[in-house]
């Protein structure tokens, strides 16, 4: 018979799919001009022209038969030294080749840590807000995903909270920095007393408890935010990268999986990678994508456009009476919705053409997530519309 | 603590990988034009020049954005459009794009297969001589593999054996023709008897017994070979396939899973498998890839050097005293070892640098697998060596 628990899944109610399916038919009846679709994180920027320019290198530079031949299951070792390289470069760290593992995106890298870390029946904790998808990443590995109510005043770590929720299960924790959906981004602070923490309870235990980092917003940070790079701060850190983000390449599923050199257990986790991908069916990302994702992979798209959106919205948002805490990076941001049902408050919303996500869907009821990867003109085309929803609650 | 069962398949000696690394040492010592290798199944001929083509195509028409941009969970749509109509013109099916889902290869198709049409503790039989990764693909599904001993005198299928193994419990029947690695193309007499007995028992269980059918050889097949396209003969049958072969794209890592839109299961298989994709970090395959496939998805690279080299060693290894069932497709043969103990007789092989993959790991054992996906001339090269190897048993 068919599978029980994809069909449950199936059949669970996704306001995601439900608002976009909305925003579809809006679009149909009175043009896309018209909606104001601030749902999906989808960039909005196009890739450097340099990604084009890798990928015609390759054709004119390389065989056919070497150029698209399998890779290694690692993935391609010039690939990996160049990431390396461009690692240690940017945040002086010692990553070899022999550290990366090339993975088809950030779900994939995730995929390949959660389950080298753990064993079935495991908890991971994770913290409020956070991605949606973990829930299905955390059920496909077999594992518990425990979240830690969110710190609604600065969405930094609650740190009594997860210290309290630690157990000897707890395999590894999962954070999102910079974070979807609040666009917040982990102090320098933050990250040490985690790292405190996750050592202290690690002795206590007798066994490692890991830091899986899942960082696609990485570069997207703004002006003046502080933002370590965590495996810096602690040694058993899995840092997990999407190019989705960086350099606008969603749809080339390309990202990878770094362990921290200094883990004691780099060695071993790096190898267990490519026997997960034998039960996944993973097998790899393209060879021509990895290749032009090493050779892009110090650039970045013009990112700016994000931060203008911030700030705009940002102020415009503040001044009708939202509350919010100022995202640090991202396309996102994370205000309380102006009642306290967010599903309720979201409907509202898309009555007026305004497509937003309910923070239920992140752990997080009570907020809203506005992703703003969409040009500058269709943001301030917006803002009256958010000023009349918040009227609507006077 | 780090995962037992990956740790556990890491510790598994891998026959394959001592004969890498042995022709790899021998490459570097003796030079790799002396080396016979035929261990791998990697094609020997490039892609068709309407690969490059096709990217460059789209580098010059489509915007960065749209091109490189999230496709949507099930594949683009143009994509399985373009797929499921050349199917239908060579085949005579009626595949729609709504009973295509686009994979990462055919590993990811097999691992969305076997997921979608099973619960964890189900049985899924195979049949032997069967590709390896058929084991790590069952046991990441939670599904035990119980394998159907060959019939060695025609690799064609044991019926009776294959009957008195289905159970209530079985979900599904894998098979693999043209098959890896015995190069064999199961006939219709055996499509349709496999299909008898197939709808015969899913008749008697009340349930369905699903056939996934693995084709990454499906368009490498001599002449006079009877090859029928297995789902026209049985309604709940699941295609996965791969371009790796046809076109010369293994590491691009592109195919398909296609349901029988007879199947009364179609609908709901297909919805399951973005589902599945959300546990095991699928999510797609490379957007530029889809597309690329889609556009030479009615080539093939030019094959025809596979079955002069065929007919080459058929016809000399049967000479030197060889016992081999002569293959209908694919690049692979499998004749009988000149001693019981395959592995012992590939080692002997091996000291003569001619690499071949004993049956063991196949699930037959008594037989090795050549891989002659390799220039002519290297075969020419090598049939010395065969007769020596066959002289040394004498």
Redesign the interface.
Same mark, same amino acid.
């Given at each position: 018979?068919?599978?029980?628990?994809? %069909?449950k899944?199936?059949g669970e109610k996704d306001i995601i799919f439900e608002i976009f399916n909305y925003s579809q038919k809006r679009a149909a009846q009175i043009g896309s001009e018209n909606v104001y679709d601030f749902s999906l994180g989808?960039?909005?920027?196009?890739?450097p022209w340099a990604?084009?320019a890798a990928?015609?290198r390759q054709?004119n530079t390389l065989?056919?038969?070497k150029?698209?031949?399998?890779?290694p299951s690692m993935g391609i070792v010039e690939v990996r030294e160049k990431i390396a390289a461009d690692l240690n470069r940017r945040y002086q760290t010692h990553y070899k080749a022999a550290n990366l593992f090339v993975?088809?995106?950030a779900?994939?890298?995730?995929?390949?840590a959660l389950?080298?870390?753990?064993?079935p029946g495991d908890e991971i904790l994770t913290i409020a807000p956070h991605f949606p998808?973990y829930i299905?990443?955390a059920?496909?590995?077999g594992l518990k995903l425990r979240v830690v109510p969110a710190d609604t005043e600065t969405f930094q770590i609650p740190f009594e909270q997860l210290e309290a929720m630690l157990t000897p299960s707890t395999?590894a924790v999962l954070i999102n920095s910079p974070n979807n959906p609040s666009g917040i981004v982990y102090s320098t602070a933050t990250i040490k007393r985690l790292a405190e923490i996750l050592k202290r309870k690690s002795c206590e235990y007798g066994?490692?408890i890991f830091l899986i980092s899942d960082e696609p917003y990485r570069d997207i940070i703004f002006k003046g935010t502080d933002s370590p790079y965590i495996a810096a701060y602690y040694d058993d850190t899995i840092t997990c990268y999407s190019f989705s983000k960086s350099v606008?390449?969603?749809?080339?599923?390309?990202g990878y999986l770094a362990v921290n050199p200094d883990s004691r257990?780099a060695a071993?986790?790096i190898?267990?990678c490519p026997?997960?991908s034998?039960? %996944?069916?993973?097998?790899?990302?393209?060879?021509?994508?990895q290749r032009t994702a090493a050779e892009v992979c110090s650039l970045t798209s013009d990112l700016s456009v994000y931060e203008t959106n911030k700030n705009l919205l940002y102020q415009a948002l503040t001044e009708y009476g939202f509350n919010c805490v100022e995202p640090g990076g991202t396309f996102y941001m994370f205000p309380r919705s102006l009642e306290p049902d967010s599903m309720a408050f979201c409907r509202r919303a898309m009555e007026m053409d305004l497509m937003l996500v309910p923070g239920d869907n992140f752990g997080c009821p009570g907020h809203f997530r506005i992703a703003y990867c969409v040009p500058t003109e269709r943001v301030k085309k917006a803002l009256p519309v958010f000023r009349r929803l918040a009227e609507s609650y006077r």
């Open positions: 018979m068919l599978n029980k628990m994809y %069909t899944m199936l989808n960039p909005s920027v196009p890739a990604v084009s990928i015609t054709l065989e056919p038969l150029l698209h031949g399998y890779s993975t088809a995106g779900a994939s890298a995730l995929a390949h389950r080298a870390v753990s064993n998808e299905p990443y059920a496909g590995a395999a066994q490692p606008s390449l969603p749809g080339e599923r390309i257990y071993q986790i190898e267990l026997q997960i034998r039960t %996944t069916g993973h097998n790899g990302a393209a060879s021509l994508i």
